[in-house]
């Protein structure tokens, strides 16, 4: 497939993919962190994942300590950029921020660590941490994005030689490849690897587990094993005309979009996007950027179903994107091979399925057809399972990895496990979350502390 969309300028691209939130100045920042109130007890801090000390940090940027505030924010997270621009701050600690009861706007606590980690990385990333002495034990971490960097960090710091096997050609994961670029951006992504590989980890990418190290060799070399592979096997609509060019998976999308290589990404004029997670809105929502002339998002259920959040629906909508509730697609025709349009089917909901939301039910003779010349699938991620089964005792529930969720331990005490892998897709605050947790995880399985 080709660009069928019309070009824009240069500026329009990067005007389109300007950062939602930007940056604070200094003034901002002070003004905005003096509104704290320093709860006691603060319901910011204990929605947090990583239950970062919010005040805290927010006193110390107060008291112009903006190196001390990134330490308290990093102390507790190591993947705090990417989640200070691209948490759901406004269900976790924003959200949870007490000027919401008097009606009052909340403490904008994701741009004040923005504020603060910015500093830290546009200073050359002044030392505060000291990893502790080596204590002759090794941890390999397959997989380098959010689960996999913060496992590997905490590691590192409590001693173990820690080495990250990534099968891409950079570490970073969903933060670098996954994340729309008006939110993060791929040198915020890869500044937190540098901070990760400042602590000693040693990083080999475009190393796949299976094949280019096999599970053998791995269980040799290291004494505990984490795995932070994410779901990168895609679920297809097992639709006719999946194969036509122009249908092609969400994720695919977006990693090409991340490149900021705007011309070169594929695009239709009028484009549909399959699923109403937070990764469809995010596709149709660069696609619509991109200067796509329609795009829809295609949901079998209806808006209160919907996965994606209040706000990232909004954006959507904002930028002009159409939702078709309560259709699902049952075939992609196509001409010469390429993508013509898409027949739909109108769907009534019943009862509440296993996961609690109404289920869809095709209405008879309720056919469709909408023309298109772009289908983006995004109905789902899987664990991408071609070294998992290799892995003896490993236990899997749904599809996911089943974990001790304390210690991250997995059914083969040797294996340790967090963020989308074990989780089915949540957000990267978790990942960061169970990435550490792992790593003490890791050390009480060692030397039982
Ligand atoms: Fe500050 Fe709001 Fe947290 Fe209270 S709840 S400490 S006001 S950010």
Redesign the pocket.
Known sequence: MTNLAPKLTHEQYENNFAELKPAFTKNQATVEANR????FD????KVCPTHID??TF?KKIATENVKGSAKTILESNWIALTCAKACPVDVL?EG????NERGEK??E?GRLQRYAIDWYFEHGMPKLFTPAPKNGKSVGIIGGGPAGLSCAAECALLGFDVTIYEAKENAGGLDLWGIAPYKVTREDALNEVKLVESFGVKIKTNTQIGKDISITELEKKHDAIFIGVGLSKNVDLKIPGEELKGVVHALEFIEKVTTRKWSSVDLGKHVAVIGAGNTAIDAATEAKRLGANEVAIIYRRSENEMPAYDFEFELAKKDGVVFLFQTAPTKIIGNNGFVESMECLKMKLSEPDESGRRKPEPIPNSEFTIPVDMVIKSVGYEVNDHFISQIQNLKLTKGNISVNSETMQTSNPKYFAGGDCTSGGREVVNAAAEGKRAARGIEKMIFNR
Do not use: T
């Not at 704290?36 to 709860?39: A, F």
């Not at 603060?42 to 801090?45: A, E, G, H, T, Y």
């Not at 949870?96 to 000027?99: D, E, K, L, R, S």
């Open positions: 704290c109130l320093y709860c603060s319901p910011c801090m919010i005040s927010i600690c949870a921020c007490v000027y909340p403490i606590i």
